[in-house]
């Protein structure tokens, strides 16, 4: 299987701070990397797709970049209501999806 | 309103049988393959199983492969998880979701969790 890895696992950042996330897979996974935000208590939240999509609705704060085994998502101005866990998804080796460990967002 | 309902989640014991479902409503369920995916307490996010929009297709995480079966009613827009042998590492909140649509495999739109426990 595909292993995903994130770092930093957790981080503390202030509103207005930019914030980036990376994500690696053990092998290349081209452009099939999504990213997803969950808050505590709340169902997962599609925020980027295919590597640097941004799902209709979502903030353009948010941006995704990368292809390979290397992804970032950043936030360019972190707002009080982005304070969440966020997460790497490949499917690139469907149906073997996995997962990245998660990144956990909060205040400082 | 575009959602997905999940429901079935009790506490079982171990070796146990549990049928979980799913009710979609607000756009066209049998357009869109569908997933399980589960999380653990505290845990991050696990693939389960999916299911292609015909049913026709079925697939499964190895940790659950031989022991959980999902399906699909597309007349009732609905989708199931049959879980048997239950342990208690399958302990978790069981997210339904569907599928984006474009063979890229993500997954726009959550329920909002059934929660299983297996212990006895």
């Known amino acids: 299987d595909i292993q995903m890895t994130q770092s930093p696992s957790s981080l503390s950042a202030s509103v207005g701070d930019r914030v980036t996330i990376t994500c690696r897979a053990s092998?290349?996974?081209?452009?099939?990397l999504n990213w997803y935000q969950q808050k505590p208590g709340k169902a997962p939240k599609l925020l980027i797709y295919?590597?640097?999509s941004l799902q209709s609705g979502v903030p353009s704060r948010f941006s995704g970049s990368g292809s390979g085994t290397d992804f970032t998502l950043t936030i360019s101005s972190l707002q009080p209501e982005d304070f969440a866990t966020y997460y790497c998804?490949?499917?690139?080796?469907?149906?073997?999806?996995?997962f990245g460990p998660g990144t956990k967002v909060d205040i400082k | 309103e575009v959602q997905l309902v999940e429901s079935g989640g009790v506490v079982v014991q171990p070796g146990g049988s549990l049928r979980l479902s799913c009710a979609a409503s607000?756009?066209?369920?049998?357009?869109?393959?569908m997933h399980w995916v589960r999380q653990a307490p505290g845990k991050g996010l696990e693939w389960v199983s999916l299911?292609?929009?015909?049913?026709?297709?079925?697939y499964y995480a190895d940790s659950v492969k031989g022991r959980f079966t999902i399906s699909r009613d597309n007349s009732k827009n609905s989708l199931y998880l049959q879980m048997n042998s239950l342990r208690a590492e399958d302990t978790a909140l069981y997210y339904c979701?569907?599928?984006?649509?474009?063979?890229?495999?993500?997954?726009?739109?959550w329920g909002r969790g059934t929660l299983v426990t297996v212990s006895s």
């Open positions: 979701a569907k599928d984006g649509g474009d063979t890229l495999w993500y997954f726009d739109l």
């Open positions: 607000g756009f066209t369920f049998d357009d869109y393959a």
């Open positions: 299911i292609s929009w015909d049913g026709g297709s079925t």
């Open positions: 092998q290349s996974i081209s452009s099939y």
């Open positions: 295919a590597a640097s």
């Open positions: 998804q490949q499917s690139y080796s469907t149906p073997r999806i996995t």
